[in-house]
């Protein structure tokens, strides 16, 4: 099925470095879900965003929805450890449907 | 948001038997969702579970190899039906997390681990 692009697909950081990542598609979304998947779980929801241009914080974590509409952006600042997994957007294009499309991940390994 | 629970966790089966899935919610939820995660990759949707009626697949997915029911706004199974070897994966119950007013997310159960030998 369609899915989203999410870059880079992984990365290695230092602990305490900044993490940027994204996810873009060809079509216009009105709802962006950010996920992190630690081994053995289910995804777990960090930030939802609902409108064009929005910025959302969770903590060290702060995302944003692309003007476009058709992109969205997640940065972790200062990582630690924990921060491992496999982080997932998640977009959806029609309001009301619940339906979403998933990114292809992006997944991190903080070294310490 | 809402506590998902499902059964079992994981699971070994041989080929050409079937597995039903279920998925518990502590709360009434309009809608729940069942997704399909292969090794290594991203989350796909399966279906999705009305109460009261069938269920809505998605384009690759069919009733009859995963048939699915929704008894009440609580709990729905899955059953993962002749499998083979490439249904090994995992599998994932999700709702929806619309409350008034309406903000859609969606919360995720636990998953499913299930090898098909």
């Known amino acids: 099925g369609q899915q989203l692009n999410q870059s880079p697909q992984s990365m290695f950081i230092q602990e305490g470095e900044d993490v940027s990542m994204n996810c873009t598609s060809s079509s216009i979304f009105n709802t962006w879900l950010w996920y992190k998947q630690d081994p053995g779980e289910g995804p777990v929801l960090l930030i939802a965003?609902?409108?064009?241009?929005e910025l959302t914080s969770n903590g060290r974590l702060t995302a944003q929805f692309g003007i476009t509409r058709k992109d969205s952006f997640l940065n972790i600042s200062a990582s630690i450890p924990s921060d491992v997994g496999i982080y997932f957007c998640?977009?959806?294009?029609?309001?009301?449907?619940?339906?979403?499309?998933f990114g292809t991940g992006t997944r991190l390994k903080v070294l310490a | 948001s809402a506590v998902i629970s499902q059964k079992p966790s994981r699971d070994i089966c041989q080929r050409g038997t079937s597995l039903t899935i279920q998925c518990q919610v502590d709360s009434q939820v309009t809608m729940m969702f069942w997704y399909r995660q292969q090794p290594g990759q991203s989350l796909t949707l399966i279906a999705t579970a009305n109460q009261g009626s069938e269920a809505t697949y998605e384009s690759g997915f069919v009733i009859d190899k995963f048939p699915i029911s929704r008894p009440n706004l609580t709990f729905s199974t899955l059953t993962v039906s002749n499998m083979s070897p490439e249904d090994s994966s995992i599998y994932l119950c999700s709702v929806d997390g619309t409350s008034l007013p309406v903000q859609e997310t969606q919360y995720f159960g636990p998953g499913t681990r299930l090898l098909v030998l």
């Open positions: 998640a977009g959806q294009g029609r309001s009301g449907t619940y339906k979403y499309i």
């Open positions: 965003l609902y409108k064009a241009g």
